[in-house]
C-alpha cells in the first residue's frame, strides 16, 4: 500500500482537459521533497513527464504541467490526445520510510 | 546518447536468488545514482532502492531490506541488483531508473528484465 494516493482512473474526451491529484502526507509532499511524474504506455518502461514539481524534461510536450501545494500535488494534462492514454505515477520522497516511494498510479483514458 | 542495457529475462524456483544487470553508456558513470524499480504483473511501480556509484553506498526500501544487494563495477559501467529468498510476490518486471536533473527523479530507464517465480 502506497504512502501517495491517486485516483485510479480519470477520463476525458479529446481536447478537454483532465487532472491528477496525488495525496501525501506530512512525510513526504508537505515536508518539501519534490514531486516528480512519469508517463507508462502499455508494455514499456515509464518516462519521466514532470520533474521538481512543475519541470518538463526537454520534448515533454507544454500539455503537461505539474503544481504542488501542501500535502499534495497535481498533473495536468490540457488539450487531451488519444496517445495520452497511458497509466501516470507520481513519485517522491519518504522521510518516516527513508526511501522513495511511488503513487498508486492513474490509467487516462481518452474518450 | 544516454543508454540502459538490462540482462534477459530470468525464471527461478521459489528460495532461489536471482541477479539482474543493468549496463550503461553515455554519460559519466559516477555523477549519478541508480535506482531499481519492479512492477508485478497488473500492478503499479514499486521503489527499491538507490545505489551511488561513486561511492558504492545503497539503501533500500524497508519491505525488502535484507534481501536485496545493490552493487556496482565501474570498470564496465554496470550495477547489479541482487534479490534472494525469492517468493511468488517476486515475480515482476524489475528496471534499473538514472537519477534525473533533480537527483530524485528517475529520467532514463532501462528496458525491463522479467523475473518469474515459479516451481
Known amino acids: 500500500q502506497s504512502v501517495l494516493t491517486q485516483p485510479p482512473s480519470v477520463s476525458g474526451a479529446p481536447g478537454q482537459r483532465v487532472t491528477i491529484s496525488c495525496t501525501g502526507s506530512?512525510?513526504?509532499?508537505?515536508?518539501?521533497?519534490?514531486v516528480h511524474w512519469y508517463q507508462q504506455l502499455p508494455g514499456t518502461a515509464p518516462k519521466l513527464l514532470i520533474y521538481?514539481?512543475?519541470n518538463r524534461p526537454s520534448g515533454v510536450p507544454d500539455r503537461f504541467s505539474g503544481s504542488k501545494s501542501g500535502t499534495s500535488a497535481s498533473l495536468a494534462i490540457t488539450g487531451l490526445q488519444a496517445e495520452d492514454e497511458a497509466d501516470y505515477y507520481c513519485q517522491s520522497y519518504d522521510s518516516s520510510l527513508s526511501g522513495h516511494v511511488f503513487g498508486t498510479g492513474t490509467k487516462v483514458t481518452v474518450l | 546518447q544516454v543508454q540502459l542495457v538490462q540482462s534477459g529475462a530470468e525464471v527461478k524456483k521459489p528460495g532461489a536468488s536471482v541477479k539482474v544487470s543493468c549496463e550503461t553508456s553515455g554519460y559519466t558513470f559516477s555523477n549519478f545514482y541508480m535506482h531499481w524499480v519492479r512492477q508485478a504483473p497488473g500492478q503499479g511501480l514499486e521503489w527499491m532502492g538507490i545505489?551511488?556509484?561513486?561511492?558504492?553506498?545503497?539503501n533500500s526500501a524497508q519491505k525488502i531490506k535484507g534481501r536485496v544487494t545493490m552493487t556496482r563495477d565501474t570498470s564496465t559501467r554496470t550495477v547489479y541488483m541482487e534479490l534472494n529468498s525469492l517468493t511468488f510476490e517476486d515475480t515482476a518486471v524489475y528496471y534499473c531508473?538514472?537519477?534525473?536533473?533533480?537527483?530524485?527523479?528517475?529520467?532514463?530507464w532501462g528496458q525491463g528484465t522479467l523475473v518469474t517465480i515459479s516451481s
Open positions: 521538481g514539481n512543475d
Open positions: 506530512s512525510s513526504n509532499i508537505g515536508a518539501g521533497y519534490d
Open positions: 545505489i551511488n556509484p561513486s561511492g558504492g553506498t545503497t
Open positions: 531508473a538514472r537519477g534525473g536533473p533533480v537527483s530524485s527523479s528517475l529520467e532514463y
